[in-house]
């Protein structure tokens, strides 16, 4: 693990897990880490993984896996992924990026369509700046012609010391519009992309090297 951080950057594993609300999570002094005797309601995996763009392709791609941990009452169960979907355009158009989410089938749920730079009319140029408060990330839904049904927000904090903190320290703001129909478990495939997306694209830092 030590080679991978400091070596492999957003290339390296994670491990996310999400708790309940209450007991240590509700005090300033928790410490850090998964805290103690309580049992996570999800697990967010991303594995090692060095993508490789071979013209139209990408090898190993990034992905975030999602499950839900085994306990005494039931056994665990694996949820779906989010996982980049690299197009043949990419290799020359690399400002729209797009990830596939889907459930443990294999059934793609949403598309998480990403513009950049010049990408999309140019809807996130210089965002999440002062210039440009939002850098938007849409939500699309495949069993309805791609239509824009929800979006992922990382919006600049204000010109404050956060905003300049944030520069150095990878720190981000997000809001997550869910699309109106979704349920649970959707959400959390949702919430599994946004994880993916902010490690992949938002936690460079200026020292990182």
């Known amino acids: 693990e030590c080679l991978q951080r400091y070596c492999c950057h957003q290339l390296r594993e994670l491990e996310l897990g999400v708790f309940p609300v209450g007991g240590t999570m509700m005090s300033m002094g928790e410490r850090t880490g998964w805290p103690e005797g309580i049992e996570p309601i999800l697990i967010m995996e991303k594995p090692f993984k060095c993508p490789i763009v071979c013209c139209c392709f990408m090898l190993c791609p990034f992905e975030m896996q999602v499950r839900r941990p085994a306990t005494t009452d039931r056994p665990g169960e694996y949820f779906g992924r989010t996982v980049c979907n690299w197009r ?122």
Request: net charge positive.
């Open 88 to 209: 043949w355009f990419n290799s020359c158009w690399p400002c729209d990026t797009y990830m596939n989410v889907v459930d443990g089938t294999e059934q793609v749920q949403y598309v998480l369509h990403r513009p950049d730079g010049c990408g999309s009319c140019c809807i996130n140029c210089c965002a999440p700046t002062c210039f440009n408060k939002i850098h938007r990330t849409y939500i699309l839904d495949p069993r309805n012609n791609m239509k824009i049904v929800g979006e992922l927000q990382n919006v600049f904090p204000g010109c404050n010391a956060r905003a300049f903190c944030m520069w150095n320290s990878g720190a981000d703001n997000y809001i997550v519009k869910f699309p109106p129909n979704a349920n649970a478990l959707q959400k959390s495939l949702i919430m599994s992309g946004l994880f993916l997306q902010n490690f992949v694209f938002w936690e460079r830092r200026a020292n990182q090297n």
